[in-house]
Antibody, heavy 121, light 103 residues
């Protein structure tokens, strides 16, 4: 069974750094794209970016380029989403998404449970 | 950037009604279009990909069509468990969502 298990909720202050994780299991981690989707409180879904762990090929939405860093550690089948300096506007639920069944980076057939990030002074 | 425009933004229909949601891309995206369902407080779920391919386990009352710039999600007979927000997603851009309620 394909599973994406995300790290727990975080409460941070503006200016702090953060790295959240998503551990994949039940499939060949290096051979499928894995990405991140943001959902701000009461709002819609926003695609942030995606990585192909086998080649470290990473693509970003123009809206998030330079704002976050997506990475992956093949040895522990885990993808990461990282901020160097959080803002209050980064408060949101972040979903890890896998592109496995359809084997295309454009279709998110597997979803993590979400990581709630709250940034407040 | 590609823009995805969904309509309507919300709708209310009776159980058993046929419901149609449309999505228009600002430029041609071939059939790189997916539909997701998000029930209140839940994780989104893939319903349809490649514009018309039903994801495994999704009820057959859901169907998708279209290619290029214009796409449609149809629920042939609305059920109470279909209350949710539906999002189209074309080449890494989500539509703004359609909130579906029961009348």
């Amino acid at each position: 069974e394909v599973q994406l298990v995300q790290s727990g909720a975080e409460v941070k202050k503006p200016g702090e750094s953060l790295k959240i994780s998503c551990k994949g299991s039940g499939y060949s981690f290096t051979n499928y794209w894995i990405g991140w989707v943001r959902q701000m409180p009461g709002k819609g879904l926003e695609w942030m970016g995606i990585i192909y762990p086998g080649a470290s090929d990473t693509r970003y939405s123009p809206s998030f380029q330079g704002q976050v860093t997506i990475s992956a550690d093949k040895s522990i089948t885990t993808a990461y989403l990282q901020w160097s300096s959080l803002k209050a506007s980064d408060t949101a639920m972040y979903y890890c998404v896998g592109c496995i069944v359809a084997a295309s980076p454009y279709y998110f057939d597997s979803w993590g449970q979400g990581t709630l990030v709250t940034v407040s002074s | 950037d590609i823009q995805m425009t969904q309509s309507p933004s919300s709708l209310s229909a009776s159980v058993g009604d046929r419901v149609t949601i449309t999505c228009r891309a600002s430029q041609g995206i071939s059939n790189y279009l997916a539909w997701y369902q998000q029930k209140p407080g839940k994780v989104p779920k893939l319903l349809i990909y490649a514009a018309s391919t039903l994801q495994s386990g999704v009820p057959s009352r859901f169907s998708g069509s279209g290619s290029g710039t214009d796409f449609t999600l149809t629920i042939s007979s609305l059920q109470p468990e279909d209350v949710a927000t539906y999002y189209c997603h074309g080449r890494w851009t989500f539509g703004q969502g359609t909130n579906v309620e029961i009348k």
